[in-house]
């Protein structure tokens, strides 16, 4: 079984098995903790890892991603006032990426090597990556920013946690994220 038939699997099976005990999970724990970390040090980071897989649309296949990025920037919670309605709205405080400091991978990009012998076809392709940043807000809303695609926006708005593992939907698309907090001071 090739490697990319081997993360479609989990990617599919990952969403399933953590949905069903996360469906009542909050991220309240995970989201606290991650913005508890970055706020004690500045030397405090959070290591991003995440997969995504898209189901197949007419006549373009399923899509599988992996990327990673790192949280490192604190945005405090602030308010906005809109003259013309008269509405007060908060935004949420938000743990943020450096532009362009995440990477993702696709299955559908993929090379033939012929470094080595035998030549192999490789998925997953780290000659195509796409550059991304990260935003994670106080409500557990997790926004990917796709910088190599005109910094459109990916949200996640509605995830659901179990232990170190944040899952949801972006329209079709499942989402799975795992965090790792470090330090480099």
């Keep these: ?13 990952l969403p399933l098995l953590v949905g069903a005990e996360a469906a009542a999970g909050s991220c309240t724990t995970l989201v606290n903790s991650q913005f508890s970390w970055i706020q004690q040090n500045s ?28 949280l490192t920037g604190y945005v405090a919670a602030s308010f906005y006032y809109n003259p013309t309605t008269g509405v007060i709205t908060q935004v949420p405080a938000r743990l943020t990426s450096t532009v362009n400091s995440g990477r993702q991978v696709f299955n559908d990009r993929s090379y033939y090597s012929t470094y080595a ?26 926004t990917l920013i796709l910088n190599s695609w ?23 698309t499942a989402h ?3 965090f790792e907090q470090f330090y480099l001071g």
Excluded: H
């Design 1 to 13: 079984m090739n490697v990319s038939r081997q993360l479609a699997g989990l990617l599919f099976a």
């Design 43 to 70: 030397g405090n980071y959070i290591y991003v890892t995440g997969v995504s897989l898209k189901q197949p649309v007419g006549t373009v296949g399923a899509v599988a991603s992996y990327f990673t990025g790192s």
């Design 117 to 142: 012998s035998p030549a192999r076809w490789q998925n997953f392709s780290a000659f195509a990556p796409d550059n991304i940043q990260l935003e994670l807000d106080a409500t557990g809303k997790l």
């Design 150 to 172: 005109s910094n459109t926006r990916v949200a996640i708005t509605s995830p659901t946690c179990e232990g170190n593992v944040l899952s949801g939907f972006a329209g079709t």
């Design 176 to 178: 799975s994220f795992t």
